[in-house]
């Protein structure tokens, strides 16, 4: 995402990355529009493919993050276009989007000791908290048009990108230490019987 958007800003005549939404760049009319769309389409993708590999996450937040994928890549199909302040196939489409990779934490997680410390309810919760609070500051931007509405835009969507990544390593990292442990515990159950043999 980042990427997409720092390379369809480049290919503008005028930008400004701090005022100007990423919805800009694909804009019927921009410089290489399809850079910016073909952005949405690929995230998209990545969103679903993190969701359906996702298998230690619960079921409703993959679906939710599944629905707000599919809701990004028809952000593509629904550009904004110039002259209207009101494009409500973008604004929709955009809203569920949004929704779906800010809340999707709040289905995924989970209880019980082993669980990866990104499912954990608390953390779930923390990361949903922030997302949102991110995703509001947008919205105040929008509504305001205090001039800032493309870095909140971009702050968020970086850490709506982050997130799942940071599930993906968390869930590596639980496996791993899964996989360490039985072995440990093997070697110390022996040492056990080796002791006992001694006694």
Same mark, same amino acid.
């Given at each position: ?41 690929? $995230? ?54 949004? $929704? ?34 991110? $995703? ?64």
């Amino acid at each position: 995402m980042v990427g997409g958007w720092t390379l369809a800003a480049s290919l503008q005549p005028r930008f400004d990355p701090v005022a100007d939404t990423v919805s800009a760049l694909a804009v019927q009319g921009a410089a290489d529009r399809w850079v910016m769309t073909l952005t949405f389409v690929v $995230v998209g993708v990545c969103y679903v493919l993190t969701a359906l590999a996702l298998r230690p996450a619960g079921t409703a937040g993959r679906l939710i993050l599944i629905t707000g994928a599919v809701a990004g890549m028809l952000v593509a199909a629904n550009p904004e276009r110039v002259g209207d302040p009101y494009p409500w196939g973008h604004i929709i489409w955009a809203s569920i989007g949004l $929704v779906g990779v800010t809340a999707w934490p709040a289905g995924a997680w989970r209880r019980g000791s082993g669980v990866p410390w990104a499912l954990r309810p608390a953390v779930a919760a923390a990361a949903v908290a922030v997302l949102l609070a991110l $995703v509001m500051w947008f919205g105040a931007e929008l509504i305001t048009g205090s001039g800032q509405a493309g870095l909140a835009e971009r702050v968020a969507g970086a850490a709506q990108a982050c997130w799942p990544l940071a599930v993906v390593l968390s869930c590596l990292n639980s496996k791993m230490w899964d996989k360490a442990l039985p072995s440990h515990a093997a070697s110390g159950g022996a040492s056990s019987v080796s002791a006992a043999q001694a006694r």
